[in-house]
């Protein structure tokens, strides 16, 4: 306390002048002078610096929880886009099937195929033969192997390992990668990153042995396929180049990757509802196929 009282005592005059000033100041704010909204501008202008400040530093410290936010928002429209391709794709084939007579209401047949999960690239590669890409999710969020990755921008890879909280993706620079593609008019081919005799690069992959006749053009885009892991019409690549090869006379297309491998941050991983059924048959047709066929006499 003496100490406070020696501290008011010795600056006391200085006290005083600031109490004064923030007075005056009050006083004249309150007035319709020149005088008085010059001040309250200048009190208005300091203000709003603050609290622009302010607001840049709570929206800095957002960004993460709105990027989830966005990222939630995203995966629902990815599968409703999705999930309404291969709608449409197999609507009539379902009405045909359904008895005559019915209802309106049992025509309206809801094909919920693909099932989208966000994940975070948490590591990546891209100058070797094979690369991978791990992801921040697991088993524990149900990723498993065989499950398409894709991103915002097309398609990523396919998930080859998986452990509890975490997953391996063989991305498409990969000698290993193959994946089923389309040309605008309906052209089915094979993707790939390196061919015989190129030197690969994360810049680069290839739409190989297209008929000549067929007609495209440079900027054209190439999609995924039904008959990809991936789910159909997700872009693989742009027409950046075209190569005809004489030996066959066909065309070998250089692509331009719709992802750009070297900076990926988020993706998702797309579950194929009906995968395991699908294989699950294929499989029993093989099985059909190896038995030793009964000689009739």
Known sequence: ????????????????????????????SRTRTIQGNDLVNSSNAVSGFFYKRQNAIVHYFGLGRMNDSLLAENRKLHEALANLQFATANFSDSIT????GLPDS??????????????????????????????????????????????????????????????????????????????????????????EGTRPSPDVLYMTDVPAQIPMRIGDSVWTTTYSFFPPEVLVGIIQ?????KKTGKRLLYLKPANNFRNMQYVYVVENTYSEEQKQLESENKLEQNKPKKRTK
């Open 1 to 28: 306390m003496r100490n406070f009282i020696r501290f008011i005592s010795q600056f006391a005059n200085l006290i005083f002048f600031v109490v004064l000033e923030v007075l005056c100041a009050i006083l004249i």
């Open 97 to 100: 099937r359904l008895p005559k």
């Open 106 to 195: 049992a025509h309206r047949v809801t094909y919920a195929r693909y099932i989208f999960r966000t994940a975070k690239v948490i590591n990546n590669s891209v100058a070797q033969q094979d690369n991978y890409i791990t992801l921040n999710r697991g088993a524990d969020e149900g990723i498993r192997k065989g499950m398409a990755v894709i991103s915002s921008s097309g398609a990523v890879g396919k998930v080859v390992h998986v452990s509890p909280h975490f997953s391996t993706v063989l991305s498409l620079l990969s000698s290993l990668q193959e994946v089923s593609v389309h040309l605008k008019d309906g052209t089915v081919g094979i993707s790939k990153w390196q061919i």
């Open 241 to 245: 180049k075209v190569f005809i090869v």
